[in-house]
């Protein structure tokens, strides 16, 4: 049995009409795959953070999941084109962006009809509030409004994932030089690990960087250490993982997200993402205060969400009608299964 086979199984509809009586995703797919059937679903797949997630929500996830065809592509210059086409259309049209420590949102109050947003060193006043920052950050925001929003229900509900990645560079692609056809990692092709090393590596496309990433909470912590010891640590856990001496690299980079890189709902929360989303478009009815961002979209952790709520925002604050796809991603063939995905653009 695949691994989409495994939860096309746990998601039966006779399944999934039982799922008010389990805590979390954990105890739902254990009661249904069996503990060494979840134990062996996780070895291949490689990824075990949805469990503590709560079961309705993890659900609700998978479906919008399902909603994707796995013909999305991410830009070829990687995801960070999105912001930078975004920052380029917004100076187009005569908007300033100010980014950068000086420029952090500390506290949001309110002044007769209008928002007062402090920074370090500004202070400014809107008519119209839009919240585009994660729950983590934003949670520390204080002020009136702020604290407002932070006690809403729906709010409180979001579940953060943490994660963390690495990418390094090395002199030459040294993976290249495994022989062995059923060890061999192609580009893009990954290497999944379940024990206490890496979780998935994989080797970009024609060049000489791997990557990696992982949710555990340990390389985080590791993380907080002088850089050579998280350096030596990785070098020592691929060493490991690949069996075999490695080059070391010319440089490496890595990132934790600690407050959250994408999110689920709480367990006991009983309120669906889809509810989140509708509280997000206008979380005050009368007030124009607006709260956008992937995490308060189904679509959580894919850029797709964060585009989508602040569609709804623009709608909803501005009028501006909400865009259709471009023909070319509109549906031709809709899976009927897990099975009959193709995950590989989607995880
Ligand atoms: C490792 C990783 C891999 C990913 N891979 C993909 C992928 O392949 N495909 C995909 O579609 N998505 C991917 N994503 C998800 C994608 O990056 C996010 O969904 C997207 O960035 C969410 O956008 P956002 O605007 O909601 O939040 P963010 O991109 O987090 O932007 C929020 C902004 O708010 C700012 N901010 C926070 N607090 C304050 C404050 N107090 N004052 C001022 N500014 C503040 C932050 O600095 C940040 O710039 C990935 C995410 C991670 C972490």
């Given at each position: 049995m695949t691994c989409s086979q495994m939860l096309d199984y746990l998601l039966k509809r006779e399944h999934v009409a039982q799922i008010h009586n389990f805590a979390t995703f954990e105890t739902f797919q254990?009661?249904?795959?069996?503990?060494?059937?979840?134990r062996f679903y996780f070895d291949v797949f490689g990824y075990d953070g949805d469990l503590k997630g709560s079961p309705e929500g993890v659900v609700e996830y998978y479906e919008q999941l399902s909603a994707l065809s796995g013909k999305e592509i991410r830009p070829l210059k990687g995801m960070s084109a999105f912001v930078e086409a975004l920052a380029k259309s917004a100076k187009s049209l005569g908007a300033k962006i100010y980014a950068g420590g000086d420029y952090k949102i500390l506290s949001i109050n309110k002044q007769a009809n209008l928002f007062v947003v402090k920074t370090p060193k500004h202070e400014v006043k809107v008519g119209k509030l839009v919240i585009a920052a994660p729950p983590g950050s934003f949670g520390n925001v204080s002020g009136k409004v702020a604290e407002r929003i932070q006690r809403e229900h729906a709010f409180q509900s979001i579940l953060p994932r943490p994660a963390f990645k690495g990418a390094a560079v090395y002199r030459r692609a040294w993976w290249e030089d495994i022989l062995n056809e059923k060890d061999?990692?192609?580009?893009?092709?990954?290497?999944?690990?379940?024990?206490?090393?890496?979780?998935?590596?994989?080797?970009?496309?024609?060049?000489?960087?791997?990557?990696?990433?992982?949710?555990?909470?340990?390389?985080g912590e590791i993380l907080k250490l002088p850089k050579q010891v998280m350096d030596g640590e990785i070098h020592r856990a691929l060493e490991y993982k690949?069996?075999?001496?490695?080059?070391?690299?010319?440089?490496?980079?890595?990132?934790?997200?600690?407050?959250g890189?994408?999110?689920?709902?709480k367990p006991?929360?009983?309120?669906?993402?889809?509810?989140?989303?509708?509280?997000?478009k206008r979380p005050f009815p009368g007030e124009q205060i607006y709260v956008v961002g992937s995490a308060y979209h189904p679509y959580r952790g894919y850029s797709e969400?964060?585009?989508?709520?602040?569609?709804?925002?623009?709608?909803?604050?501005?009028?501006?009608?909400?865009?259709?796809?471009?023909?070319q991603w509109q549906r031709t063939h809709v899976p009927k299964s897990f099975a009959e995905l193709d995950w590989r653009n989607i995880r």
């Open positions: 254990h009661h249904f795959l069996t503990p060494e059937g979840s061999k990692l192609y580009p893009m092709e990954r290497f999944l690990s379940n024990s206490d090393c890496l979780g998935w590596t994989l080797p970009h496309s024609a060049s000489r960087v791997l990557q990696g990433w992982l949710v555990r909470e340990k390389w690949f069996n075999r001496k490695i080059p070391k690299p010319l440089s490496t980079v890595y990132q934790y997200w600690n407050e890189a994408w999110y689920l709902q006991g929360s009983r309120i669906s993402m889809k509810q989140v989303t509708d509280w997000a969400g964060a585009i989508i709520s602040a569609n709804n925002a623009l709608n909803n604050g501005w009028q501006i009608p909400i865009p259709r796809p471009p023909q």
